[in-house]
């Protein structure tokens, strides 16, 4: 969807990481991550996605992006892998 922005979870499929993104295409995101194309997840791919949000406006991501990487946002992850059994 045009003008739409995507805050996004992924975790690696061979350890116990998670990174979280922003991007405005996430199936291109995705595959650029999984084929190595990202320097700071390069060495954890492959990955999943396990969760994304979607905004109207870049402000309302980058917030919600930056509150998921702090350690409230950390935990509310951790507790959304582990209500859906990934862990």
């Known amino acids: 969807m045009l003008g739409m922005y995507y805050v996004y979870v992924i975790k690696s499929l061979r350890r116990n990481w998670i990174y979280v ?3 405005e295409d996430i199936e ?3 595959e650029q991550h999984n084929r190595g194309w990202n320097v700071s997840t390069k060495s954890h791919a492959p990955f999943r996605l396990i969760f994304s949000e979607t905004y109207s406006d870049n402000l309302g ?4 992006e930056k509150y998921l990487k702090s350690a409230a946002g950390k935990r509310f992850i951790r507790k959304y892998i582990e209500s859906i059994g990934e862990e």
Do not use: E, Y
Request: hydrophobic letters at 30%; aromatic letters at 0%; zero cysteines.
């Open 61 to 64: 991501a980058r917030k919600r």
């Open 21 to 23: 993104g922003m991007t």
């Open 28 to 30: 291109r995101r995705l």
